[in-house]
């Protein structure tokens, strides 16, 4: 696949953020074959910390699971946005918290197999309410959204558990890697 060269490209679907795309490529021993993937903007994710170490959680109903699930504050990076003004935007509008420090803990691939996506994840430390979350008028405003605070080491020790309030792949990895953070600076 490395030495695929592109010979066209279809565009099944481009709306909301999602491009549903399939490359047809020749491959390098000159066979003809295709892949299919979704093309989405680079995210973040902000794991939140207020003062007391409890974690800023979103709980929001996710049509493709059929359920309410909890994730840390994320969304899509914006067109001229860079990942650390998504961050505290993001944060803002999905928590109506504010940070005045955000540690980048790097940026990772979902899912590389099926999607382009790139995923940045941020720990904001400090965080203060400053209001009630500004909610984007489609997704957000139909997913029931609500924010909750719980103390950050449950979170952490109840991940890979049947209970654990954290299903997501990508806020779970987050989650691990704010621990490490923390743990190594000594600020658990």
Same mark, same amino acid.
Request: proline share 3%; hydrophobic share 35%.
């Given at each position: ?98 940070? !005045?420090?955000?540690?980048? /803990? #790097?940026?990772?691939?979902? +899912?590389?197999?099926? =999607?382009? $996506?790139?995923?940045? *994840? &941020? @720990? ?29 080491? !449950?979170?952490?020790?109840? /991940? #890979?558990?049947?209970?654990? +309030?954290?299903?997501? =792949?990508? $806020?779970?990895?987050? *989650? &691990? @890697? ?11």
């Amino acid at each position: 696949m490395r030495n695929s060269k592109l010979i066209s490209q279809e565009i099944l679907f481009n709306k909301y953020h999602k491009k549903f795309v399939v490359d047809h490529l020749k491959l390098s021993d000159g066979t003809k074959g295709f892949w299919a993937y979704v093309s989405a903007p680079s995210g973040t994710i902000i794991v939140a910390l207020d003062k007391d170490k409890n974690l800023i959680l979103v709980r929001q109903y996710r049509y493709t699971q059929k359920g309410f699930t909890y994730e840390d504050p994320a969304g899509a990076v914006d067109e001229n946005e860079n990942f650390l003004g998504t961050a505290k935007r993001e944060l803002f509008e999905e928590s109506g918290y504010r940070s !005045e420090t955000f540690i980048d /803990l #790097g940026r990772y691939h979902t +899912l590389s197999n099926e =999607t382009d $996506h790139r995923c940045q *994840i &941020f @720990l904001a430390t400090n965080c203060e309410y400053i209001s009630a979350p500004t909610l984007d008028p489609y997704a957000e405003k139909y997913s029931e959204m609500t924010t909750e605070l719980h103390p950050f080491i !449950e979170i952490y020790n109840s /991940l #890979g558990k049947p209970d654990s +309030l954290i299903k997501d =792949t990508e $806020h779970v990895a987050a *989650i &691990f @890697l704010t621990h490490r953070y923390l743990s190594e600076n000594n600020l658990l």
